[in-house]
């Protein structure tokens, strides 16, 4: 409001100046009129007469308000534009960094479903090389007992018979003892849940650990599981048939 009234203010000085100059010319105009015209002798003889002019301060006031007004609506127009053109650049700059945000969440989208895809084909895979590993110590322990030498002077059900018929049993136990070593020695297993690793073992007639090795299944599990079986005290065979069918084993690892 006081800006306003300033202005005003101002326009109105302009005006009054302006006025006073023009007057100021009118009077001089007149008074060189009046020198170098013969002047009347009497009254009612014919002679020239002097026109005066008379310039209204109000009319000139406006004409001036109104040049203001017009420059004042052309700057307002100007930064209308101006506003706009901003206005329509920022909005297309929105438009890009969110065309932006949605190919990086696409991107990540499918970043994760691959993932996941992998993990279950990675799970599938354990799964299948678990149920292939039961399926060899099952029929490795029927092959055993199967081709277990017979006695032949031994009645039946006594000496080797009775030995080659408790192998199958005897080696499942074994093993159990060998996996239940090595869990013993295995650490953090809640960070392993849900996870398999097939190790490869070779033992000596006395339990003694001589090699291992994964092979498959998850690596960080199985870099801890062969870590863990190293250090781990690993129980003597049950007998030396026993030792035959584990010397060189097959184990199927859960923590």
């Known amino acids: 409001m006081v800006l306003k009234a300033t202005e005003q203010n101002d326009k109105l000085k302009r005006a009054i100046i302006l006025s006073i ?80 945000l949605e190919k990086q969440r696409l991107a990540a989208q499918e970043a994760e479903q691959q993932k996941q895809a992998q993990a279950e084909a990675e799970a599938k895979k354990a799964a299948a090389a678990k149920q ?49 070593a090595i869990s013993n020695k295995f650490y953090d297993a809640s960070n392993y849940s849900r996870k398999t690793c097939i190790l490869r073992i070779k ?13 498959g299944g998850d690596p960080a599990l199985c870099q801890a599981a062969v870590s863990a079986a190293k250090l781990a005290a690993i129980p003597r065979p049950p007998s030396p048939k026993g030792y035959e069918a584990v010397k060189n084993a097959t184990l199927d690892f859960k923590p």
């Open 21 to 100: 100059a023009l007057h100021c010319v009118l009077i001089a105009v007149l008074i060189w009129s009046s020198i170098h015209q013969p002047q009347e002798t009497s009254a009612g003889s014919g002679g020239s007469s002097l026109n005066a002019v008379m310039v209204d301060p109000g009319a000139v006031v406006q004409q001036y308000n109104r040049q203001q007004q017009q420059q004042t609506d052309a700057q307002r127009a100007k930064q209308a534009q101006q506003q706009a053109e901003a206005l329509q650049q920022k909005q297309a700059a929105e438009q890009q960094r969110l065309k932006v």
């Open 132 to 180: 292939s590993s039961e399926l060899d110590e099952l029929l490795g322990g029927l092959t055993n007992a199967k081709n277990a030498p017979k006695s032949g002077g031994a009645p039946a059900g006594t000496g080797n018979s009775k030995l080659s018929s408790a192998t199958g049993s005897e080696i499942n136990g074994y093993l159990a003892q060998v996996r239940q």
């Open 203 to 215: 033992l000596a007639p006395d339990g003694m650990l001589i090699s291992v090795s994964s092979d």
